[in-house]
């Protein structure tokens, strides 16, 4: 993983009214490495989708920096370097969709900034094979699915080719299904390089973050690895949030006085630690 973080953010303070007291986002510092898949999690009005606002520069800091692989997103001469370099998808896929068919949904944006057209084909393929599309490409998207719609959504976004893609709980719409179709997409970026920055509610997706953020008030007030944050359930529950099921499960197990390792998150782990018990073996 490359040393040099691709998002920096340095006491990031902004407020939607500055005469009032009260700070959306208040004295928030946090990095990104490239390849990274960050989780950031909070009740609602904690300020994590004000967060996510900043890392391509919707929202500019009252105080503080925001720096996109060393650019100033207040510098405006580095507007249109920072929007390529980071990719934003949002909650309601209908809003971002504009097209009567798939590829040509995929396409608007890059046709928008005249890519030659060769360059857009080859683009909008290898944007609709990533985010598991290709197969709808000559469809209208008002046909498909909720997960279906938000992955053309994710690969209208990284047609653009961006090094981060932020997705501000680009899930919530979503079914189970949905939400597992855009975890694998989210995957299949991340292992492609891509940094990914998730603002989300639920658990089970943070759970296979590398890194946890957890907001409150407009402050980071946990941070680690989804082990390091969700073997502290007590804190996690002041507030105001659950953790992965798996996780609560073992804490019940562990109140039943049957030994479970803090790490279990997952099913897997779960599933791997009851199995290590069955078996009269420590897991």
């Given at each position: ?80 370097d920072i929007r390529q370099k980071v990719g934003m998808v949002f ?74 893609l932020v997705l501000d709980e680009a899930t919530a719409m979503l ?82 006085g049957l030994p479970m390792p803090e790490n279990v998150i997952t ?17």
């Amino acid at each position: 993983m490359n040393t040099k973080p691709m998002l920096q953010v340095r006491d990031l303070h902004f407020r939607y009214d500055p005469e009032q007291p009260t700070y959306a986002v208040n004295g928030v510092s946090m990095e990104v490495h490239r390849g990274e898949f960050v989780a950031v999690l909070g009740a609602n009005g904690c300020g994590k989708s004000t967060l996510a606002k900043h890392l391509n520069a919707i929202l500019l800091p009252e105080t503080g920096t925001v720096l996109v692989e060393g650019m100033d997103t207040r510098e405006e001469d580095h507007l249109y370097d920072i929007r390529q370099k980071v990719g934003m998808v949002f909650q309601n896929p209908d809003n971002q969709i504009v097209a009567t068919i798939v590829e040509e949904d995929v396409a608007f944006a890059l046709e928008n900034l005249g890519v030659p057209t060769p360059e857009i084909r080859t683009r909008i393929d290898e944007a609709m094979k990533m985010a598991g599309i290709y197969d709808k490409k000559d469809k209208a998207p008002y046909k498909l699915s909720g997960g279906q719609k938000q992955r053309v959504a994710i690969a209208g976004v990284i047609a653009m080719r961006p090094d981060c893609l932020v997705l501000d709980e680009a899930t919530a719409m979503l079914d189970p299904r949905g939400r597992a179709q855009v975890m694998q997409t989210i995957r299949t970026l991340r292992a492609a390089g891509i940094s990914i920055v998730s603002i989300t509610h639920y658990m089970e997706e943070a759970a296979q973050a590398d890194r946890v953020l957890v907001m409150n008030q407009g402050k980071i007030v946990m941070e680690g690895t989804p082990e390091e944050v969700f073997s502290q359930t007590e804190r996690l529950k002041s507030y105001h949030l659950d953790v992965p099921q798996a996780a609560e499960l073992r804490d019940q197990l562990v109140a039943a006085g049957l030994p479970m390792p803090e790490n279990v998150i997952t099913p897997e782990a779960c599933a791997e630690a009851l199995f290590q018990l069955l078996q009269g073996s420590p897991a």
